[in-house]
């Protein structure tokens, strides 16, 4: 194992750390002020966000040859499961929200 | 590219401002729109712009598509169809799905490198160009999985606890089990990546058998699966919610990594907001119940705790009719009712509000008071009783309503058990010793409503029960609350 190599690979991302250390600080940040009653919409809402992998299985999908079918049907099933993880998320957060009606 | 770039950073914003509108009441439900649009913008946008770094665009459209269309429809279907008790279960399978997906990007992206390199057919290796992959590109793609697979496995066994189908499993010695699956885990790892030198890269280099390259990543992810489901198993009780909280910011967590990969910002962005943000959710979690993450882990609500308060309580508890349960509240002054999850499972969250109009009809000021933790997920009554148009603040969060019982006549508890439980406060032994409770005994009366005499889902006494002010009614909350009413408008 090459540490070298490693702080290369930093180094080359400079960018991608302040990307990742500014979300993790705004991730805490958006959260801290919630009050309980929303806890399990925020949950779910968080939950369908980060079926923004969907994207990545969309990407390995759009490299492979045509004729591998093993790794289509894997593909296959990696976009299926993001976008499942997407829709399924959004529309349970919404049926959750709906509910929250203002009443005074 | 960089008409993408833009979008990217579009839906990277709309993550971020629906995030920060959906922790806000009156904002909640247009932050999820918010979100489900930059999410809906990156995903057509991706199909339809993105180029590798070859200058290609991505093959295989029609099958994206199909996958796309399929898994929106049952995504909907099933979204739709789900009761509002099992919404903590849809959570934690939807977040499996994502972990299964994060698991599969890891092994394709790594078969898909594999496909760039030579066999040698005299050394017995595999040959790959070093400027192809890279350590850290092989560490990404590594822990990406693990993460994603845990993730994957363990949701779908706290979906089964959950659903009911899968008892708690806790036997002796298991996080010796648990510790010894990581430390191979983390071990397989090390050797996986340090057979893997940099400048020729070496898959299978002590196999003459030429083992397939992608069979070495596939066993780092079967042990990973394995200590998914190891890793939920033993936890139980009041606990499920921290994991689920714990699992969804492992998938954010993936999903970064998977952005990493592929130097995605907006799956970078998504990713890691909810991996950030789901850790400081378990944490708070975490303190609403006085316990550590670790003991949470570890799975503290062991067995042999478990049964010296078993043993201890066996007092007598007194039986009340329907008939004075209505006598009593129709004549209080203040009645503060405490949901858990009984009511839930009842489905009994609008006769409950049928009974708190009728109350306070009758000049009977009503309030529910919502431990932070009741029922299956951290605001399980408060969805559950907006969902019975029940106004918010009629809700009142646990200092409030603990600073109110003394003056309350009448406590009514709907099938809440562990965070009612006194021995919380008093009993060192106790498993869930620490943890703030609604102090109900406070009250002037207080009537609990259960199915049975059983203990609740963190599997201990509860000696309020057996308290000289406890009046305990048995069966459905639901039938209960409709007798309830019915006796009440017959006064």
Partial sequence: MDMSSLSNAFQSNVDLSYIIILSIFLGVEVISKVPSILHTPLMSGANAIHGVVVIGSIIVMGRIHENDYISLVIGFCAVFLGTLNVVGGFVVTDRMLKMFKKKK | ???????????????????????????????????????????????????????????????????????????????????????????????????????????????????????????????????????????????????????????????????????????????????????????????????????????????????????????????????????????????????????????????????????????????????????????????????????????????????????????????????????????????????????????AQHSCHELEKLLENKGVQVKYAIHPVAGRMPGHMNVLLAEANVPYDKLIEMEEANSEFTTTDVVLVLGANDVVNPAAKTDTTSPIYGMPILEVDQAKCIIINKRTMKPGYAGIENELFFHAKTSMVFGDAKEIIQKIVAEIKAI
């Fill in chain 2, 1 to 347: 590219m960089s008409v993408l770039i833009v979008i990217y950073l579009v839906s990277s914003i709309a993550f971020i401002v629906g995030l920060k509108q959906l922790s806000h009441p009156d904002t909640a439900r247009i932050g999820n729109f918010t979100a489900a649009f930059g999410m809906i913008v990156a995903i057509v946008a991706t199909i339809f712009l993105y180029h590798n770094d070859d200058g290609t665009v991505l093959n295989n459209r029609s099958w994206i598509f199909v996958a796309l269309i399929i898994g929106t429809l049952i995504g909907v279907r099933v979204a739709q169809k789900v009761q509002m008790t099992q919404m903590p279960e849809m959570v934690s399978l939807f977040n499996g799905t994502g972990g299964a997906c994060a698991m599969l990007i890891a092994i394709m992206e790594y078969q898909y490198l594999i496909g760039k390199s030579s066999f040698d057919p005299n050394n017995h290796i595999w040959l790959v160009p070093s400027h192809e992959i890279s350590f850290s590109n092989l560490l990404i793609i590594v822990v990406g999985m693990i993460i994603g697979t845990i993730s994957f496995s363990g949701s779908i066994i706290a979906y089964s606890k959950l659903n009911g189908t899968m008892k708690d499993i806790s036997f002796k010695g298991q996080h010796v089990v648990n510790l010894f699956i990581l430390f191979s885990l983390i071990l397989y790892v090390i050797l996986f990546l340090y057979f893997t030198p940099l400048r020729s890269f070496y898959l299978s280099s002590t196999s003459q058998s030429g083992i397939l390259p992608i069979v070495y990543l596939l066993i780092a992810c079967f042990i990973a699966f394995i200590y998914g489901i190891f890793f939920v198993l033993p936890i139980g009780g009041a606990d499920m919610p921290v994991v689920i909280s714990l699992l969804n910011s492992f998938t954010g967590v993936a999903a970064g990594i998977a952005g990493i990969l592929y130097n995605n910002r907006v799956m970078i962005t998504g990713g890691i907001l909810v991996g950030a943000a789901g850790t400081l959710l378990t944490i708070l979690m975490c303190k609403a119940m006085n316990r550590s993450l670790k003991n949470v882990l570890i799975g503290s609500f062991s067995s042999s705790a478990q049964n010296q308060t078993t043993q201890k309580q066996a007092g007598v508890y007194k039986e009340i009719m329907i008939a004075d349960v209505a006598m009593c509240m129709a004549y209080a002054n203040k009645v503060i009712i405490v949901p858990g999850y009984g009511l839930a499972v009842a489905q």
